[in-house]
């Protein structure tokens, strides 16, 4: 079957540390991947696409990698700030749509 | 750029009404739009997908008649839950990309506000 899956446990960082996290996914063949973010009550906001052709992106303090040899996709955050927490959702494109994952909380700790 | 804004935010029915939610692309022409459905905790499901001008698709499991898509314009869509039923509360979410979908093209999303349903 197929299955996009992301740490539903939230993940608590101290601040100014890298937060990393993590999509993975099966029997989906992505022509790329993208990350958002959604804070309470709010609809999800875009932080960054990644191509099947591309490694690595990155944006300001945030980096993505893609491997689709392990069909994973993890969602770097350096230094840290409380403002980042909110929950983090990956999407992979499917037959022109997105798939979802259910999302990781990210919570950063002053 | 590329705002969407969603109206209303927050809406209180009694059960058997019918309730209106808006979509509309501020600052942008959107080729399609998107209405999800969210519960708590989880991920975003896709109701449908509607293009100006055409029918929406529905997704499998998803009733037609019960959630009513117009797509009149490049920068206005709505949802209309018909006889609303508590099992319909839910937080609803519009998205509107500038590009038809295709595969290996860009096709990010940009996300009204959403609009928190609660049917009594």
């Known amino acids: 079957s197929q299955k996009i899956e992301q740490n539903s446990e939230a993940l608590n960082i101290q601040e100014g540390k890298t937060a990393t996290l993590t999509c993975n996914y099966t029997?989906?063949?992505?022509?790329?991947l993208q990350w958002y973010r959604q804070d309470p009550g709010r609809g999800p906001v875009f932080l960054l696409l990644?191509?099947?052709n591309e490694k690595e992106k990155r944006k300001e303090r945030l980096k993505v990698t893609f491997d689709t040899t392990l069909k994973q996709s993890l969602f770097h955050i350096t230094a840290s700030q409380p403002a980042d927490s909110a929950t983090y959702l990956c999407?992979?494109?499917?037959?022109?749509?997105?798939?979802w994952g259910a999302g990781t909380k990210l919570i950063i700790k002053p | 750029g590329a705002v969407v804004s969603q109206h209303p935010s927050r809406v209180i029915c009694k059960s058997g009404t019918s309730v209106k939610i808006e979509c509309r692309s501020l600052?942008?022409?959107?080729?399609?739009m998107f209405w999800y459905r969210q519960f708590p905790k989880k991920s975003l499901m896709l109701m449908a997908t509607?293009?100006?001008?055409?029918?929406?698709?529905?997704e499998q499991g998803v009733e037609k008649d019960k959630f009513l898509i117009n797509h009149a314009s490049l920068t206005l869509s709505t949802l209309t839950v018909t006889s609303a039923h508590p099992e319909d509360s839910s937080f609803y979410i519009c998205?509107?990309?500038?590009?038809?979908?295709?595969?290996?093209?860009?096709?990010?999303?940009?996300f009204g506000p959403g609009t928190r349903l609660t049917v009594l």
């Open positions: 509607s293009n100006e001008g055409s029918k929406a698709t529905y």
């Open positions: 600052d942008f022409q959107a080729t399609t």
């Open positions: 029997n989906y063949s992505p022509a790329y």
């Open positions: 998205s509107a990309s500038l590009t038809l979908l295709n595969r290996g093209h860009y096709n990010e999303q940009f």
């Open positions: 999407a992979l494109d499917s037959n022109y749509q997105l798939i």
């Open positions: 990644i191509r099947e």
